[in-house]
């Protein structure tokens, strides 16, 4: 099985987790993110940043009008 794996991937900083019930489960859950194109989760991580900006703002305006 051939894994598509970016070239700049070992450039990146990598957050440790800890156990997470054992390293099958964490095997498992890579390689259903290697199945993903790139593209797509870029795309994904984008729109989650921006939906919790929203929400940020969201909740801002209404500590707001708490606050008055």
Known sequence: MSLNVDET???LPVRDV??????MLVT???QLVFRIPREQLEEQC???Q???MLLK???RTQEQKLRR
């Open 9 to 11: 991937a070992g450039d």
């Open 28 to 30: 498992q859950d890579r």
């Open 57 to 59: 703002q969201h909740t």
């Open 46 to 48: 984008l729109r989650l």
């Open 50 to 52: 921006e939906e919790n």
């Open 18 to 23: 800890g156990p997470r019930g054992g390293s």
